[in-house]
């Protein structure tokens, strides 16, 4: 069984996630030492152990947090590029939204520190990591967008009679292209740029029907 862990003050837990993550990076995970990620936090070992029980945990948590913080600036970018009043106001309507939405995502991705490495170190250590599969995270990420092209149905602005597929093709489209890029290329903001464009075109093309936004 798991060993137990405490909750404790957050900016410890933030300092002991960010130097595992930079750790586990350099070095990789076999190799980084609590005693190394201790001394880079700046706290105790035992206060290390306390908070994530062993290593595992402690890699599982640094994924967890890059999923976190990405979850949150995917539900701010669906607030700020797919309300109906953004959509509305777009040049090119729905396909507009829809496109300025996905390559402000594409920037985000390559701008977050924390989610580049989660993708590096998950495909590093899937081994390590079974609680990835069917993570309450995954469904969330998903939801996100499933639940606003669903919207975007009920207007009259996309066929099809579900959401999660559509959210599904799109991120297959978009988001994954760029994580299955080389890594040297994943960080050229015009490749991913491109690449988050020419996925929401085929999206548009595949869903898009027309007709105005219903609130």
């Known amino acids: 069984m798991d060993k137990p862990t405490r909750q404790g003050q957050e900016h410890k837990r933030l300092a002991i996630l960010e130097a595992a993550r930079d750790l586990f990076l350099?070095?990789?995970?076999?190799r980084t030492s609590m005693d190394a990620?201790?001394?880079?936090?700046?706290?105790?070992?035992?206060?290390?152990?306390?908070?994530?029980?062993?290593k595992r945990r402690l890699l599982l948590g640094v994924v967890e947090r890059?999923?976190?913080?990405?979850?949150g600036a995917l539900s701010g970018l669906v607030q700020e590029h797919l309300a109906d009043e953004a959509?509305?106001?777009s040049p090119s309507g729905f396909a507009g939204a829809v496109t300025g939405f996905a390559t402000d995502l594409g920037a985000s991705l390559i701008a977050s520190t924390d989610y580049t490495a989660a993708?590096?170190?998950?495909?590093?250590?899937?081994?390590l990591l079974p609680e990835?599969?069917?993570?309450?995270?995954?469904?969330?990420h998903s939801q996100?967008?499933?639940?606003?092209?669903?919207?975007?149905a009920a207007a009259g602005l996309l066929r099809g009679d579900d959401p999660r597929l559509a959210a599904d093709h799109f991120n297959a489209l978009t988001t994954l292209r760029v994580l299955n890029e080389p890594l040297r290329l994943r960080g050229n903001p015009e490749r991913v740029r491109?690449?988050?464009?020419?996925?929401?075109?085929?999206?548009?093309?595949?869903?898009?029907?027309?007709?105005?936004?219903?609130?």
């Open 26 to 30: 350099e070095l990789g995970v076999e």
């Open 37 to 54: 990620i201790s001394a880079r936090a700046g706290v105790s070992k035992r206060t290390v152990y306390d908070y994530y029980g062993d």
């Open 66 to 71: 890059a999923g976190e913080t990405a979850l």
């Open 87 to 89: 959509v509305a106001a």
């Open 119 to 127: 993708v590096r170190l998950i495909a590093e250590n899937e081994s």
């Open 132 to 140: 990835l599969e069917n993570h309450p995270l995954d469904e969330a």
């Open 144 to 152: 996100v967008l499933a639940e606003r092209l669903a919207h975007f």
């Open 194 to 215: 491109q690449i988050m464009t020419d996925g929401t075109e085929a999206f548009v093309r595949a869903y898009a029907l027309g007709g105005p936004v219903s609130p």
